[in-house]
């Protein structure tokens, strides 16, 4: 289940479905992507990645890749509410609300466990800003459960991502929806959303615990004190903005922003994990493990430069997936096509150079593709991973 940029999706199938703000469906699971739909959901949607078939193996799909369609509605529909209240001052309570909308995705997050999350990749720029929240919000979840908080503090934390941008809402609107970049004066505005979003969590969602305000305060801060707005350090972050930080960070580097592409999944881990004076590494491996950070079914080059496909994850080893080897450095099919578990044979192979988006053509061209489909499925089989045995 390759995720691939739309304009390079043209002629392939479509694996998950894609469904505008309001839930209407754009593209069914199944289709083939045309240049004119791939036109309409990158210029109308803004949509820049997508996820598509295995044409080589199409046993390899996972469907499960996001949120359930009615919590991700659910949530941002409560999260509008709670902008409504603050941005119009209405005086009505939307705590029960936001807290309601915070456990089901907690809910959501804990029965998909141990299925890869995409979340970042799957987004239309309608209600950026809304996704953004309901994705930080799973996000810190799939943290927070993975370490071990109790089902009440991944409440709290989700909430925490959830509300972290509330203070966005009362950003001026010619800077908060700017293209291009922000000049240092406008930079200084927009970095008031977390005392804003403080004060407003504070104010009007007076019943929420004091820790979800504090994630909206904190959650700019980084562990070497270089953050904003007090400059704290380490555990003088709250732990749950800590969490949050992570997840926040992730979302936005994925996400396609007015100054920059969006960041393939390895590549946004990557800077996390090469960043450890600023991000919470435990926090950080957490989300990794939990993450598609190389989706089953990309086609990467390892560093010998031969080709390989991601057969499964390794779950405390994201960034060494198990491969089928299927080309050499020269594009030369490998037969019968070899399984390497990159965590165990590491040190040669890693790291992975490229993600590629596709099969170069000439592989493609000279593939015995039942061959590979054989092999990967006894590969499979032989790891356990419950594939039937050809
Ligand atoms: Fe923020």
Known sequence: MPVIPVDRAVGQRLSHTIRSRDGRVLLRAGVVLTAHDARRLQDTFGMRYILVHNEVLPDLDVQDVDLDERVRQDAMNSLRTTIDVVRRRTGKDASVQAFRAAESIVEAVLSADGVPMALAVLRT???????????????????????????????????GGLLHDLGKALIPVEILAKPGRLTPAEREVMNRHSQLGFEAISRDLPT?????????????????????????????????ARIVAVADVYDALCAMRPYKPPWPPHRAVAFLVHHPELFERDSV?????????????????????????????????????????????????????????????????????????????????????????AAARAALFDRGAGATRP
């Open 125 to 159: 720029k309608e209600d950026d800003l809304l996704q953004h929240c309901v994705n930080t919000a799973a996000y810190s979840a799939l943290i927070g459960i993975g370490a071990g908080l109790a089902r009440r503090e991944l409440e709290l934390v989700t909430l």
């Open 208 to 240: 929420l615990p004091a820790q979800v305000a504090a994630v909206a305060y904190q959650h700019h801060e980084r562990l070497n004190g270089s953050g904003y707005p007090e400059g704290m350090r380490g555990e003088q972050i709250h732990r749950f």
């Open 285 to 373: 491996y957490q989300l990794m493990r939990k993450v598609a950070v190389y989706p089953t079914g990309t086609i990467v080059r390892l560093a010998d430069r031969s080709l390989a496909v991601v057969l499964s994850q390794n779950a405390d080893h994201p960034e060494a997936p198990f491969v089928l080897v299927v080309a050499d450095h020269a594009n030369v099919p490998v037969t019968p096509p070899r399984a390497v578990d990159l965590a165990v044979a590491g040190a040669d192979l890693l790291p992975i150079h490229t993600a590629s988006w596709r099969w170069p053509r000439e592989v493609r061209a000279a593939l015995d593709i039942e061959g590979v489909r």
